[in-house]
């Protein structure tokens, strides 16, 4: 597959970046002006039933060595924590826990569990505060999060300002990072993925996309088609253009878009070389705020759902829903980052030919 970045409008226009269609500049901490205006900026009330779900096994038992359960409770906060030995519906947990009078829900642990929990406080229109104790925490991280210490996150309880963000869907499963097929969905089943994944990925990738046989797998978007790619990576809101393998930051958590990326074997000397010098050549890589489909010559496919092991009927529809998660942070993050533009007009222009010769369908833009 040859290099590529394609972008698909939204609305009227397809400004993409630090500068999009109604004029919203991007601020120095890598979400829109927009998402750090107006509410954000004024005070928010601390939430007076606030309920707050502890995982204490996630990030090797990160929320019990700082004590986040305690500190929580010390701050009014009604806490539910995890017991490993009994599974629980967690989104079930959520709505009981809205049902019974909740004003907030957070979370210390991983981005999948996070992501349960905030599909629950998008629905129900409540603020959402994510406390970072899993291992990685990628939605943490483009929130500016202090990942070291979660416990910093309790501020927000008392003392945050608040964010809009998208939410991503994979069918009716809400991600608030990314859901990934083919190989990339193999990963997540490797036990050294977990700890980590960067390095589990560039050293495993190569050989599962040589010698992948899993479904035979077709992604849609709008007019554009990608025939049996081996490993396909779609994301709430694209990876920085310098991420080939979607495993670092985001430039926005609030740009309506979804990133696309879409891998064909070669050799796995080449894709290892590729991945590790950040290059884009063997990757068709797309932003867009339509649909997604990926289908696949079998009726249920294993998929990658922020990181946690699931199984979806196929087709598996993916959509964005703008700025739909009210999410509560501290008013000092130390993580935040600062923005990356993200492709423009002639850049799309480019290499949108390149991308024609090895995708089996049609772009226009």
Known sequence: MADGTVSSGRGNGSCVGACDCDGRRTDERGLSALAMTGDAFRPVAA????????????GGGKASRFRIAEQARALGA?????????PQDLTAVARRAVDDGADLLGVAGGDGTQAL????????????????????????????LDREDPSAALEALTDGVELRVDLGF???????????????????QDPAYREDKI????????????????????VRAGLLTVDRPDAVLVSNNPYRVDDPAGLGRRAQLDSGLLGVLAARAETPAETAARLRGGQTHGLTNLATSEEVVVDADVPFVPVGLDGEAVTLPTP????????TLRVRVPRHRPGAAPAVRPPGRGTIRRVASAVGRTVHGRHTG
């Open 199 to 218: 390095g589990t990925t560039v050293r495993i990738l190569p050989e599962f996309l040589a010698r992948h046989e899993g479904p035979k797998l077709v």
């Open 47 to 58: 939430a007076r039933r606030p309920y707050l779900i502890v995982n204490p096994r996630s």
């Open 170 to 188: 994979a069918g009716e499963r809400v991600f608030v990072n990314n859901v990934s097929f083919g190989a990339y969905a193999a990963l997540v």
């Open 117 to 144: 929990v905030a599909g629950v406080a998008a629905k129900s229109g409540l603020p959402f505060v994510v406390i970072p104790a899993g291992t990685r925490n990628h939605f943490a991280m483009d929130l500016g």
């Open 78 to 86: 009604q806490v539910l924590l995890l017991d490993p030995s009994r």
């Open 316 to 323: 598996v529809r993916c959509r964005i829903s703008p700025r």
